[in-house]
């Protein structure tokens, strides 16, 4: 199911929905018709936990408990429809470690719209917050139970069916599917859901935002019904100074409050679900750049026995502690593939980004698909008169045409800095596409950082649009130039993303950072970026031995004086670090598996995947039915319910009933960049069999459009009957195999 699919579906079941009588005793009005504003600014995508109803037969759609006898629809709903379901209750329980949160959700829901004798596929939907992952997913009902699983991609073996995307997957990047089959109209499910997520970190507060705004529709329909709201929220900085909280969405009560924790609970009765997301701000009371080092052994059951580590530090909330003055090279792909709206929101998030420059810095624009077009050969100064001549020159440039050659663009952005050591030299790139050529670029770029004779080399800055851009070949590029990287994978987040994305790289108050005493450990990333304003520096690793009582972090600050902090090593046995640094692991273990075509490090990576439930490029995701079976008695029968009530009447039965769409990022997509495919998120690139199809139905196309009627009706004439009787059964096959592909 395409994105455009999903929506329609959703507008479809609100409208199916009001055929749905539920007498009197009826508390939420019958939805609102969606408008074409509702429609456009994507609202209809989930922005809390759901589970909508997937209708194709319209016929089957009535109050369980109550049938109306609406009278008979006809036809089939293509795509299916998705009536969103009635939620009965929603629990929400969040641990907070340095910059990750680990969500965990409970919630049942009731299938209101189906009628008691019938079934329907219903489709879980979780929105899992900012760069969220998904770790896991079990339900319940009836008398079954499904669950997700890990498993090994292996290559040898033969390839198992992977699931549409509509049946499994990621509707968006940030928001997970999946479906549970034939579910009785008017049963209940319960559903548990486990994700992680990035807390934000802005002006010297954490920012936890979790995604918790249900529509009005999910509201039960019966006044009698309690609707209780539950969240459970525990922060844990670590051993430091006292945690405090400032900004709350929703009613906390603090329960307790220790050094370095708090723990908080919201319980409310209320008539409607929240139309909020649950938003929560704290911070650490102190105005100084602060850190810390946690150590801590690996579990038992872990492949990998070494120590684990890992450092932090944190700007704090000074606001008069000065960023770099910066000069600037934007090189941005133009290519056909960025046509439409992602080259205007590109623009946007541009001409953006240059009004934010003080007039101290400097900056340079470059634009390339096939060739190289650059705004000025030399960096100018980010004077009002300045910009407002980039931005002319940005909207008469940016016409998305042409192929997609990068390396020259990143060659003459490195050559167009000045090599003071008054101001740091920062690359933005923006691109949407993959080239063969990937890692000659990254050899390349290290080897002219390393000869770059400069105190400050060139920080790289990677953005990357949709899913056909390589990820891992951003993520190296920003790795190797001490750099951060950010994605989107849909139009609808370039403009935001590109800002945000500038605003943390534009905020290094700390450069050029070493860290004394980490020099044989094994290190990830393993070049330090700098230490931004608004984004927390979490250096981890592994180690065998004796690590070192304090380490001591030294770097320079904006007015080129140089800086150091001693910081305590201490062990955390109350934060569990192997879930908090997996994520980060498993992305440095692949971008580098990735550069260096290393299958040992490729296995790696799908060990520590399995280990810690966190999905790789290595792995996939599958649901797994689980449900009892009926014992034959001694007679040879089986059981009936009244029998069955005895210990060991059942054995249950587990199966893998799906092989879920992938969940990774993938390593880029050289032929849709070729092709010039826009940018998409789970777009599908046609195989060999569908470009043969296509071409050989335009071929008939062609030739059938040559025929005249008056041509036909001539030859038809001088057909034999024998002959007609052999068209006529052919016709007849033909329409009968559209008719089967049509029902399915």
């Known amino acids: 199911m395409h994105n455009d699919d999903f929506t329609t579906g959703v507008e479809d079941g609100l409208r199916l929905s009001k055929r749905i009588y539920f007498g009197n005793d009826r508390s939420v009005a019958a939805p609102k018709p969606v408008t074409p504003m509702d429609k456009a600014t994507g609202s209809l995508y989930p922005t809390s936990p759901m589970v909508y109803a997937v209708i ?8 369980p408990d109550m049938p109306s006898y609406q009278p008979h629809v006809h036809g089939r709903c293509n795509p299916p429809a998705l009536i969103p379901l009635q939620m009965n209750s929603i629990s929400f329980e969040v641990e907070c470690f340095l910059d990750t949160a680990f969500v965990s959700m409970s919630g049942s829901w009731r299938v209101h719209c189906v009628m008691g004798n019938k079934k329907c596929t219903c489709r879980v939907a979780v929105p899992m917050g900012e760069e969220g992952s998904i770790l896991g997913a079990e339900v319940e009902v009836a008398r079954k139970s499904y669950s997700t699983r890990l498993a090994l991609i292996d290559e040898n073996e033969e390839e198992e069916s992977e699931a549409k995307p509509e049946e499994g997957g990621l509707l968006k990047a940030h928001i997970f599917t999946f479906t549970i089959p034939q579910v009785d109209g008017g049963s209940n499910l319960s559903i548990k859901v486990r994700w992680s997520q990035k807390i934000m970190y802005k002006d010297g507060e954490f920012i936890l935002d979790v995604p918790y705004s249900f529509p009005e529709y999910v509201t039960p329909a019966s006044k009698k019904i309690p609707k209780r709201e539950k969240i459970q929220l525990n922060v844990n900085c670590g051993p430091i100074a006292e945690v405090s909280w400032s900004t709350t969405s929703h009613q906390l009560k603090e329960r307790k409050c220790e050094s370095g924790k708090l723990d908080l609970l919201y319980e ?9 997301d649950f938003v929560f701000k704290y911070h ?18 872990s492949f990998d026995q070494r120590e684990m580590f890992c450092l932090y530090l944190v ?20 290519s056909e593939s960025m046509i439409g709206n992602t080259i205007e929101v590109t623009k946007n998030a541009l001409i953006a980004a240059l009004s934010k420059l003080d007039q101290e810095d400097s900056f340079g624009i470059t634009a390339f698909n096939n060739e190289t077009q650059v705004y000025s050969s030399t960096l100018e100064s980010a004077t009002n008169e300045s910009i407002i001549n980039a931005t002319e020159w940005i909207n008469t440039t940016f016409i998305a045409s042409g192929g997609t050659n990068m390396s020259n663009a990143l060659d003459q952005a490195l050559k167009m800095f ?14 949407d596409g993959a080239v063969e050529y990937e890692r000659h670029i990254c050899e390349d770029i290290h080897i002219q950082l390393q000869n770059n004779g400069s105190e400050l080399c060139p920080r790289i800055n990677t953005f990357g649009i949709g899913s056909f851009c390589n990820h891992y070949f951003l993520q190296t590029l920003a790795m190797i130039g001490k750099g951060q990287y950010y994605a989107s994978y849909d139009a609808d ?8 994305w500038f605003s943390k790289a534009s905020s290094s108050i700390l450069a050029n950072i070493v860290i004394d005493g980490l020099d044989d450990m094994e290190v990830y990333p393993s070049t330090i970026p700098d230490l931004c304003s608004e984004r927390p520096l979490i250096i981890s690793g592994r180690f065998k031995g004796n690590f070192p009582e304090k380490l001591k972090v030294k770097g320079f600050v904006a007015d080129t004086s140089n800086f150091t902090i001693d910081i305590e090593v201490q062990h955390a046995n109350d934060i569990p670090l192997e879930k908090i640094l997996a994520k980060k692991q498993i992305e440095s273990y692949t971008t580098e598996a990735w550069f260096s075509q290393d299958k040992d490090l490729e296995k790696k990576v799908a060990k520590i995947s399995l280990e810690t439930g966190i999905v790789s490029e290595y792995t996939h995701m599958s649901l797994w039915k689980t449900e009892p079976q009926d014992k034959p008695s001694k007679s040879g029968k089986k059981q009936g319910k009244k029998e069955a009530g005895s210990q060991n009447t059942e054995d249950p039965k587990t199966e893998k009933i799906k092989v879920l769409h992938h969940l990774g990022l993938g390593f880029g997509n050289t032929i849709a960049t070729s092709e010039n495919i826009p940018p998409g998120f789970g777009h599908k690139i046609p195989n060999q069999t569908e470009k043969l199809v296509r071409v050989t139905g335009n071929c008939c196309t062609n030739l059938f459009g040559k025929c005249c009627c008056m041509c036909c009706i001539q030859a038809c004439s001088r057909i034999d009957n024998q002959c007609g009787i052999v068209l006529t059964q052919l016709c007849g096959a033909l329409t009968c195999f559209g008719c089967v592909e049509c029902c399915e």
């Open 56 to 63: 194709i037969n319209p016929m089957i759609v009535d109050n």
């Open 268 to 276: 409310a009765q209320v008539l409607k679900w929240s139309n909020t």
């Open 284 to 301: 650490v009371s102190t105005t100084n750049l602060y850190g810390g080092v946690l150590l801590q052994s690996p579990p038992t059951p």
């Open 315 to 334: 700007a704090g909330p000074d606001k008069s502690r000065k960023v770099f003055r910066k000069e600037v090279v934007f090189v941005v792909d133009i």
């Open 418 to 431: 000045s090599g003071s050591s008054k101001s740091i030299p920062m690359v933005f790139f923006i691109t």
């Open 493 to 500: 987040s370039i403009e935001v993303g590109i800002q945000m």
